[in-house]
T-cell receptor, first 112, second 111 residues
């Protein structure tokens, strides 16, 4: 099993819809989880971090964490064309918070 | 507040040469990590420095090395460049937590 797995996509949603991005991880001791957004040709930008089971909301973004299932997701409500990007899930590994393992990313396209 | 600054933004090098990339972290951030991003392998961890000491290292050959200075600025060096080293090299800084903030990256092309 890969350390961090994401739906490879691409995922295409109409403007105004909810985009759902999923990520599973293999290291049961992981305590923190991150979502990054990367526009084409740009560097990753941290958009959400989550540390506890449950939901964390920030504007149109909601991160959901289920440690028992080793699953973390990102919901984007009222999707906008400007949300079109690759979304990367990142999990610290090897007991170090400073050594992130990234999934391969999910390419999201929001159609006007 | 200034973000993470990486220089240069673009580099073209010939096989066998060496290259040095520079990273200035966000003010107050003492941890600096380096990542390599390629279309095939995605984002891969190279190493992490804190207070001038390498704390973590990824699975890269010894040709990849780095260092950190007392002002937290960091450099990474790749010796004996290979075509496969062509990639986007990203630096990220952190302050006490795992939240990492990336610079714009250095695009290295090896010809």
């Amino acid at each position: 099993q890969k350390e961090v797995e994401q739906n490879s996509g691409p995922l295409s949603v109409p403007e105004g819809a909810i985009a759902s991005l999923n990520c599973t991880y293999s290291d049961r001791v992981s305590q923190s989880f991150f979502w990054y957004r990367q526009y084409s040709g740009k560097s990753p930008e941290l958009i959400m971090s989550i540390y506890s089971n449950g939901d964390k909301e920030d504007g149109r973004f909601t991160a959901q964490l289920n440690k028992a299932s080793q699953y973390v997701s990102l919901l984007i409500r009222d999707s906008q064309p400007s949300d079109s990007a690759t979304y990367l899930c990142a999990v610290p590994r090897g007991g170090s918070n400073y050594k992130l393992t990234f999934g391969k990313g999910t390419l999201l396209t929001v159609n006007p | 507040k200034a973000g993470v600054t990486q220089t240069p933004r673009y580099l073209i090098k010939t096989r066998g040469q060496q290259v040095t990339l520079s990273c200035s972290p966000i003010s107050g951030h003492r941890s600096v990590s380096w990542y390599q991003q390629t279309p095939g392998q995605g984002l891969q961890f190279l190493f992490e420095y804190f207070s001038e000491t390498q704390r973590n290292k990824g699975n890269f050959p010894g040709r990849f090395s780095g260092r950190q200075f007392s002002n937290s600025r960091s450099e990474m060096n790749v010796s004996t460049l290979e075509l496969g080293d062509s990639a986007l090299y990203l630096c990220a800084s952190s302050r006490g937590t795992a939240e990492a903030f990336f610079g714009q990256g250095t695009r290295l092309t090896v010809v």
